[in-house]
């Protein structure tokens, strides 16, 4: 079971992190990640971290985000500086069900996710 929170409203220029609490996974044997969805737009992949700690970003988000994991306390985090209006979305953490260290990317996670719920980030 994957669980969102940290979502809400934020003014622009302001900071935010999602957490995203697993059971039933061992972190550090999984690639994970966090995506978003605007309504009516597919959804973006917006970064991964993989079993090792390996990161990436989407260009968009590169020096603003940081994503993270504690594997002892079975947690993905998403922490979200100068936020813009651009960046409202729904936010869903997801983990790719197959273990390993073979390529930790959006489009593996995609093909062989599970996802949590969802939680909501409005920037204005």
């Known amino acids: 079971q994957l669980v969102e929170s940290g979502g809400g409203s934020v003014q622009p220029g302001g900071s935010m992190t999602l957490s995203c609490a697993a059971s039933?996974?061992?972190?550090?044997?999984?690639?994970m990640g966090w995506f978003r969805q605007v309504a009516g737009k597919g959804r973006e992949g917006v970064a991964v971290i993989d079993k090792d700690g390996g990161l990436n970003y989407v260009d968009s988000v590169k020096a603003r985000f940081t994503i993270s994991k504690d594997n002892a306390n079975h947690i993905l985090y998403l922490q979200m500086n100068s936020l813009k209006p651009e960046d409202t979305a729904m936010y869903y953490c997801?983990?790719?069900?197959?273990?390993?260290?073979?390529?930790?990317?959006?489009?593996?996670?995609?093909?062989?996710?599970?996802w949590g719920q969802g939680t909501q980030v409005t920037v204005s």
């Open positions: 997801a983990i790719r069900v197959t273990a390993g260290a073979w390529r930790c990317s959006p489009t593996t996670i995609e093909r062989d996710g599970y």
């Open positions: 039933g996974f061992t972190l550090s044997s999984h690639c």
